[in-house]
């Protein structure tokens, strides 16, 4: 519940891109070293788009046509996912791009999820691990219980 508690989904719809060119989402981020993940799918599988997430400032480069840096990019594809951790807190944008398919728009379904840089995540141990540590728990258990009857015996 904790765990659920921690994680801030900013974006869950669909997005609508024009064909040659992109949208933009919001992804204000308030602390350093947030992890922004990022999942789209293109529902029609037509259309391939490209996910970045970039500063404001260099969203600007990018709309001008000048270089710009990406904090991660998808590369095009009809559905992906991105996670990356933001270095510094700022004004963060999506930019879901469909330069490349210049006759339809995409309607993308686009899911956006932060967390902050403080959160567990839980895990599990893989299965052949469970076994050796349930069998090394059951024979120190043994092990005890026989060591216990001994000592009660005598």
Request: overall charge positive; proline content about 5%.
């Amino acid at each position: 519940m904790i765990l659920l508690a921690l994680l801030a989904i900013l974006t869950d719809g669909v997005v609508s891109v024009p064909p040659s060119h992109w949208t933009v989402v919001e992804v204000p981020v308030s602390q350093a070293g947030t992890i922004v993940d990022v999942s789209f799918s293109v529902p029609s599988g037509a259309t391939s788009v490209e996910t970045m997430l970039m500063t404001r400032r260099d969203a600007e480069r990018f709309n001008a046509g000048r270089s710009n840096r990406a904090v991660c990019r998808s590369g095009y594809q009809t559905e992906g996912r991105i996670r990356c951790e933001v270095e510094q807190k700022g004004d963060y944008v999506l930019v879901i791009d469909n330069r490349i398919e210049a006759r339809n728009a995409a309607q993308v379904s686009v899911k956006i999820t932060m967390r902050p840089p403080s959160s567990i995540i839980a895990t599990t141990v893989p299965p052949a691990k469970q076994a050796v540590i349930i069998t090394l728990g059951l024979l120190f258990f043994v092990a005890v219980v026989m060591y216990s009857a001994r000592q009660f015996m005598r």
